[in-house]
């Protein structure tokens, strides 16, 4: 056997004594000497603290290296005899999802076992990380208390052998308690480990594989406090002893600190001291914005006090974290930023993911419509066709939906090829869908391929997939699964493009309490110290419950075995208290009363803060713990004295919600000369007279709202539609004249067409109840609306089906005219043209509309496109007629003629004050919890109440038909 390493062991109490003890001395004695040395430490915040410390002491680093638990499993694996290469997450993933979809295979709902299957494979992830703190707990699969489970995981620890690969947790395992044979190689030179606490357990074997490759080694452990729940840290010290060092730990010797926030750490973990609050500050903002400024206040004034090495805590990196760092940026503080902010990855990236969301969905037309975006900014390789936007792109798909009610993409092509070809070219490079089964050589190709075709840059990070597919030649993976995969490999955030406080020292330190351990502060924060925010008690999997951890470590084969929810609460306490024993001078709590995004609920302070409130007298003084904490609470003021510009924003955001105000320039205005649209669409008019919003952004900006919503079946709309072409089809059976007027077919020509329609129709639909019955409801709508058009309609008849308003047609709007268009169903006439003709207009309903009203038009806008359909007819020259709201139901069908038309358009009065004005103003409604809806103003815009916008619209334009009939 190798000699073994020569081995010190030693426990500390306070990161000042490790340092000045141990640490210190021990780089002080490579001082000189270019000899490789290395330094383990949990976590790359220490590291980074420690080599902080070495810089302000004057302590050089030549040829010492710190490594976390990580970087220490590389270093080992390099120089193992016999190391069996390990599978990533991503790809244990694949395995055990492929398991799981064998099992699930067979059985059908019925079946017993097939719920337990279906949650596992809706939680793989969770399940994973059960198996991997098995391991790393001494266990093995066969040790999971449900069968289900040691049969799965047992399959996958065979699996993972069949494609020559370890389990990673096995292997350092198995290396650590190992001891090397008398010609193994080592790693040589000195190491230190520092600062790992009973936490790291799941690291142990990791870095006790390290330890054995070196020659010198010494090991500072924190001291445990040998009281009760601490004694998972007696236990941590026994595991060095006697698994891997063989010696006993000795503590150091050393006065402890002069000066220490300890008293303050043993408020939250034990019966408090007199002075426990001497070195406790809380603040206390209104809001978390206000936590901040309070927060960056204290830590300059801190600075400009002399303090040396300020640690800021936060629980992860959120807004109030974004917003602090914000403001030390704004003040000139340099700080060292240790958390993992994130952003959004590059486009490229997010097309990929959508590219894979798309396939994993079964290449539905929804996953189109997430995926469109992307392609345009990307420009899907230079390729004209993907300059479609969004909305029109939406528009095919809801149509083609309406028609064909299904989500797949494929069937929807052939309708794009008429109506919007460049959409169908698009579509046909993402086709097909794939397959159920595929190989993962035959998954790369085809992402690769479709990536080429689309101008997408290929995925990177794949090298470990790829070397994986080739050792899996041949294996069919579930399509579902191999996407899972594909998604696991693809970043889904990337890092902030802002790098302000990466890789840089300085006296203020933004972290995490994990990274803040093992260092000595001189002053502590503790932001967002809110209930519910932290400590955080993580609940445990259904996998592997806290009941099942106990029963194991019962016959676990170390001192340590699986930790419950209850011990990691607890080694969380402890670690806050180890931080606060570190900190010299001052421990300050920050926490907010409210949360901007819920007012109305207000916050309350963490265990620790309130045992600080209580200690300090400050809860009994104010009457209570709630009061005290409210009575902390400060607002900060943005600023004292606003500026002009502010003054006269705030002029103008007040007048937009006075009731008692007109609308004004700055309340959906413009100037009229520049911003009337020379033609309208008579649909827009309706509802514009209903709320004029949908004219100024419609109408007048020519904007329109591209709905998110998935695509849903509407059978009443699709009725509607279908019911619409197939008239039209039947209707239009001569030849078409110029004006778009052509001979009406007879009654029983007309008939026979229509069935020809239906029949072709449902040839094209499945063969399945729903469809018999929708082509049931579809057959008897348009032959009852047929009958209704024969009714109406004049001897010798011409007809105009689907017809469009020409241009010129326009209609009276007070003493100016106004050009609309639009679309109407069918147009009857008794000549073929408009010049002296009497007209019939019949719009088909096959919902329930309400019945024609001259006065309910004039009153709130309703039907009013019909009104103006025939008034455009009679600017064309038309003699007379009526418009017709035909209807499938027996006496639903009614009219209105001509001779209404001036009551009927009475409500163009507002349009008329609207277009002389530039002002629109709106009658929207409140928004409701629940549907109908009114019309949604774009996010940018503050919704202004329902309320208030009536009595705005009185004052600015009156009020029409005030005692209008119904």
Known sequence: MANPPQIELLLTRHADTAWAEVVRPWLEAGRGQLARAFVVVATRGQAHGFKQRCLMEGIPLLGVEFLTPGLARQKWRSLATDPKPVLGRELLLLGLRTLIAKRLEPLTIADTEWGFWKSLQSDPERALDDFDTLLKGGFR???????????????????????????????AEKAGLTKLDAGATRIGGRLLVCGLSAELWGEFFNVAAFVRRMEDVTVVLPEPAFRGRADGDEKWVELWQALLLGVMA??????????????????????????????????????????????????????????????????????GYLR?????????????DMLEGAAMPPVDTQAQRALIAFYKGGARVDDLLELWPL?????????????????????ACERSFDELHTHALAPHVEHWKKAQPALAEIAGKLLPAWPEELTLDDALARLEQV??????????????????????????????????TLEEFLPSKSPPTDRSGKGTFARVTITTRRRAEGIAWSHLFLAESNAGVWPDRGQPSPWLTDEHREELNKRGRFTLGLFTSEQRAAFEKAGYAQLARDTRTEVIFSAALFDEENPELPLAPNSWVERVLWASGAAAEAGGLEEAFAEAARVTAVSPEPNAEDLAWKKIWDGRRDAGRVFDDYFFAGDPAVITPEKWSARRVEQGVQDPAVLWFESVLGVQR???????????????QLAHALLAYALTAGQIGAGGFGPLPGQADAAERLAQALAHKRAGWPEDRYWDSFHAELAHACEVLLARVYELAPENAF???????????????????????????????????????????????????????????ARDGKSLQLALYLAALKALGADGGRVWMVKIEAGGTTSLGMEELDLALASLGRLEK?????????????????????????????????????????????????????
């Not at 939250?268 to 609050?277: G, K, L, V």
């Not at 406790?280 to 300059?300: S, Y």
């Not at 602090?324 to 060292?336: D, K, M």
């Not at 591209?706 to 509607?720: D, F, I, S, T």
């Open 324 to 336: 602090l760092t914000g403001l030390l940026r704004a003040r000139g503080i340099q700080y060292a």
């Open 706 to 720: 591209v709905p998110w919503e998935p695509l849903v079946r509407v059978r009443a709309k699709a009725l509607g």
């Open 799 to 857: 007809v105009a089906a689907e017809w469009n308003v020409p241009r010129g047609a326009t209609v009276a709007c007070g003493a100016q005219r106004i050009e609309v268009g639009g679309r109407v169903d069918l147009v009857l006439s008794d000549r073929a043209g408009f010049k002296g003709a009497i007209v019939e207009i019949l719009d088909f309903k096959t919902g329930g509309d309400a019945k024609l009203s001259a006065s309910r038009m």
């Open 250 to 319: 000795e503590p150091v010797d050393a006065e402890p600190p002069e000066e220490t926030c300890e008293a303050v750490g043993a408020l939250w973990t034990r019966e408090p001291a007199d002075d426990a609050t001497e070195r406790a500050t809380v603040l206390v903002g209104r809001a978390r914005a206000d936590e901040m400024v309070l927060v960056a206040d204290a830590i300059a004034e801190r600075l400009a006090g002399g303090a040396e090495n300020i640690g800021v805590i936060f629980p992860k990196a959120d807004a």
């Open 914 to 966: 609207m277009l002389a004005s530039g002002t629109y103003g709106a009658l929207t409604a409140d928004r409701a919890e629940y549907p109908p809806y009114g019309y949604t103003w774009p996010l940018a815009c503050v919704p202004v109440p329902a309320a208030v916008l009536a009595e705005k619209f009185e004052k600015t334009f009156g009020r029409e038909m005030e005692d209008a009939d119904v």
């Open 451 to 484: 990536c080429t075709a689309l101008g997408i840059v290929e995925p990177e990070g794949l090298g470990a997939l790829t070397a994986f597919a080739k050792k899996a030649d041949g294996e069919l993976f579930p399509g579902a699964v191999v996407l899972s």
């Open 375 to 395: 392609l345009r900014a990307l420009g899907a390789g230079n390729d004209e066709h993907v300059n479609l936007t969004l909305a029109a792109v939406r528009k």
């Open 141 to 171: 699969a066969e040790d999971f208390p449900l069968e289900p489970l040691r049969e799965i995981f047992g399959e996958l620890t065979t699996w993972i052998a069949a494609h020559g690969a370890g389990v990673a947790p096995i292997e």
